[in-house]
């Protein structure tokens, strides 16, 4: 088993505990509202969010993958911080044990926020992972970042 590392960061006009609380905190309810293509549906398996639950994710219309179960490993509201790991599901391509996502999100100078993403692709046995697999998971990441961005900025009450 390999682990393969990436790190990222995206930088938005929306302050850290606006843009936590609507991507994080409320994301299961607001993503498939705001991005129906990436997400049609979230359920708890295990647990309300708190670490230790685990979460069924099925992907909408014209996904390749149909769905993922993600395991809550930590969440601090007060330092805007979350790691998540994708534990089961065709995303994971039979090639991948598990993908653990930690972002935290900071303030910015101009009073928006620095989004910084570490993941770690746990491979199952010599499979190398791609750097065309990592850059397409990202810009659909950053596409769902952006499209909730929107949203706030739409509507400025919400959150």
């Not at 397409?136 to 990441?141: L, N, P, R």
């Given at each position: 088993m390999g682990v393969f590392t990436y790190e990222s960061e995206v930088i938005t006009?929306?302050?850290?505990?606006?843009?936590f609380k609507a991507c994080i905190l409320d994301g299961d309810k607001l993503i498939p509202k705001v991005v129906p293509q990436a997400y049609k549906s979230v359920e708890y398996i295990q647990g309300n969010g708190e670490?230790?639950?685990i979460k069924k994710v099925t992907f909408g219309e014209g996904s390749q993958f149909?769905?993922?179960?993600?395991?809550?490993?930590?969440?601090d509201e007060?330092?805007?911080a979350?790691?998540?790991s994708v534990i089961e599901?065709?995303?994971l391509m039979n090639k991948l044990e598990k993908i653990t996502y930690e972002m935290k999100m900071e303030a910015s100078p101009d009073g928006g926020s620095v989004c910084k993403t570490t993941s770690k692709y746990y491979t199952i046995g010599d499979f190398e992972l791609k750097e065309e697999g990592i850059k397409?998971?990202?810009?659909?990441?950053l596409g769902m970042f952006k499209a909730i961005e929107a949203y706030l900025q739409a509507n400025p009450d919400a959150y």
């Open positions: 006009a929306i302050p850290p505990c606006k843009m670490p230790g639950s149909e769905y993922m179960k993600q395991k809550v490993e930590a969440l007060e330092h805007f979350y790691t998540y599901g065709d995303a397409a998971g990202k810009e659909k990441a």
